[in-house]
């Protein structure tokens, strides 16, 4: 008969090969208290054990690895890894086994079995920081061109890469901000007046490293008035014709259906009305009944749906005497206008 009192242990696996490193499974028998059954209860012991995945590895200089692994206690129980570097200086590494690159060389971690550090269970892991390779930061943006009509936008489009060959952003501007404005970040270009902008897209990393491009800029001139729409003049004397065109920056031309008969030049005024000076040279035709029409014309510098060109024309008569006297043989007598106005100004819309 046992004894209640007696708690006796029988290795069931020799000592000696337990010494000699085998892993070998312990039944431990046991005699319970006084006061319980006396049944022998066989609890099954096991190694520790440990695995780490995987067991080296290559790090940039800078860069980040994380090893994974399992632990299991005597109990073949989960238990935790104890992580630790053997040098720091190369590399880190922290209680959830992220190593952190910090110089170049070779590391050696450790993950150690936390159900008995003692029990010397430690795999030894290497890590390899290497220099990271450089990269000329790149740009390039596109198009190398384009046009736009107010109030029309265009969105420019690029890429660009830092040292680390990684892709980074575009900074934008425009180096003729009177013309056409750009969104830094976007690179949606607006139109201002007319003329040509010059944009740049630089790296964000390394602003040094730029690309350009231009954008045209016209408009669509929305009315052109000429104003008086018609005189009579002399030879030898001028006339100041006013013209208006809208929008104010948008240029126009003087031109004439008699050359010869009325010479033309373009003379500043204030913003958004000009003047065309008409001096005359000679007799309009027939006795100087038939007028000579007189026009202001925008520049075709625009360009209209369905590719017509944007221009406009807003004309006057011109009518030449010797004496600038006008016969009105109808009503039986004769005015003499000079450079009076004699009509209303002609205007020109677009519909």
């Known amino acids: 008969m046992r004894s209640?009192?007696?708690?006796?242990?029988?290795?069931?696996?020799?000592?000696?090969?337990?010494?000699?490193?085998?892993?070998?499974?312990?039944s431990v028998e046991i005699h319970v208290p006084p006061g319980t059954s006396d049944t022998v209860r066989t609890v099954t012991k096991y190694p520790a054990s440990i695995q780490v995945n995987p067991d080296s590895t290559q790090v940039f200089l800078g860069g980040t690895y994380r090893f994974s692994g399992t632990a299991t206690?005597?109990?073949?129980?989960?238990?935790?890894?104890?992580?630790?570097?053997?040098?720091?200086?190369?590399?880190t590494v922290d209680n959830s086994g992220?190593?952190?690159?910090?110089?170049?060389?070779?590391?050696?971690?450790?993950?150690?079995?936390?159900?008995?550090?003692?029990?010397?269970?430690t795999?030894?892991?290497?890590v390899v920081v290497i220099p990271v390779p450089k990269f000329t930061p790149t740009i390039r943006i596109s198009p190398d061109s384009t046009a736009i009509t107010i109030p029309a936008t265009f969105t420019f489009a690029g890429v660009a890469t830092d040292s680390l060959n990684r892709p980074t952003t575009i900074i934008w501007s425009s180096l003729d901000q009177s013309i056409a404005s750009i969104?830094?970040?976007?690179?949606?270009?607006?139109?201002?007046?007319?003329?040509?902008a010059r944009i740049v897209g630089s790296n964000a990393s390394d602003t040094s490293k730029k690309a350009t491009s231009k954008v045209s800029v016209t408009q669509q001139v929305q009315s052109i008035t000429i104003s008086p729409a018609s005189i009579v003049g002399k030879i030898?004397?001028?006339?100041?014709?006013?013209?208006t065109v809208v929008p104010a920056n948008y240029t126009f031309r003087c031109i004439s259906s008699g050359a010869a008969v009325?010479?033309?030049?373009?003379?500043?005024?204030?913003?958004?009305?000009?003047?065309?000076?008409?001096?005359f040279f000679g007799l309009s035709p027939q006795a100087g009944v038939s007028p000579?029409?007189?026009?202001?014309?925008?520049?075709?510098?625009?360009?209209?749906?369905?590719g017509a060109r944007d221009r406009l024309r807003a004309g006057a008569e011109v009518r030449v005497t010797a004496t600038g006297l006008l016969v009105l043989p109808i009503l039986g007598f004769a005015l003499e206008l000079g450079d009076m106005v004699a009509s209303d100004a002609t205007a020109v819309k677009r519909k």
């Open 183 to 196: 969104d830094r970040n976007t690179g949606v270009v607006t139109g201002i007046a007319t003329g040509v």
């Open 73 to 91: 206690d005597s109990l073949n129980r989960s238990t935790t890894i104890i992580w630790s570097s053997l040098d720091p200086s190369v590399a």
């Open 4 to 26: 209640k009192f007696v708690f006796l242990t029988m290795i069931t696996v020799s000592a000696l090969l337990a010494a000699c490193g085998r892993n070998v499974t312990q």
């Open 236 to 243: 030898g004397g001028s006339f100041d014709f006013v013209v």
């Open 262 to 279: 009325v010479g033309m030049l373009l003379t500043s005024n204030t913003a958004g009305q000009k003047i065309c000076r008409a001096t």
């Open 292 to 306: 000579v029409q007189v026009y202001a014309e925008t520049d075709s510098i625009g360009t209209l749906v369905g």
């Open 98 to 121: 992220l190593v952190t690159s910090v110089g170049v060389g070779l590391a050696r971690i450790n993950a150690v079995n936390n159900s008995d550090p003692s029990s010397k269970k």
């Open 123 to 126: 795999v030894k892991i290497a």
